[in-house]
């Protein structure tokens, strides 16, 4: 059972297609992680953080460090219930999260998904 509630703001997020998932990765394989989780684990400002980055990126990639008592697949899939969000990848250490933004300036990634069918 996750240990967040589930954030009110964002929309319901909609199943992706395999090719959308295959587009994500093709994308996330290019960019670097923006967030580590180290030894405090999973926090709510953790958590806030990577609120605001899926607001403002849609697609964010994360990394558990070694030192971190946390599973990377329980914590992606943690988060991702939080905050309504896709677990598009786990590999190693790192997690690939997708999440449609709220705010049409930030809708590059969601457009471009749409378009994908």
Do not use: W
């Amino acid at each position: 059972m996750p240990l967040f509630k589930k954030d009110k703001r964002s929309k319901q997020v909609t199943s992706l297609n395999k090719k959308q998932v295959n587009h994500l990765k093709k994308i996330a394989h290019h960019e670097k992680p923006i967030f580590q989780m180290g030894k405090e684990g999973l926090g709510q400002s953790f958590l806030d953080q990577v609120d605001q980055a899926l607001t403002k990126r849609e697609l964010i990639k994360f990394k558990v460090l070694q030192n971190s008592e946390e599973e990377i697949r329980e914590v992606t899939a943690e988060i991702a219930y939080a905050l309504d969000a896709h677990v598009v990848q786990v590999i190693g250490h790192t997690g690939v999260l997708y999440r449609p933004s709220h705010i049409a300036k930030y809708q590059k990634l969601s457009a471009d998904l749409k378009k994908i069918k």
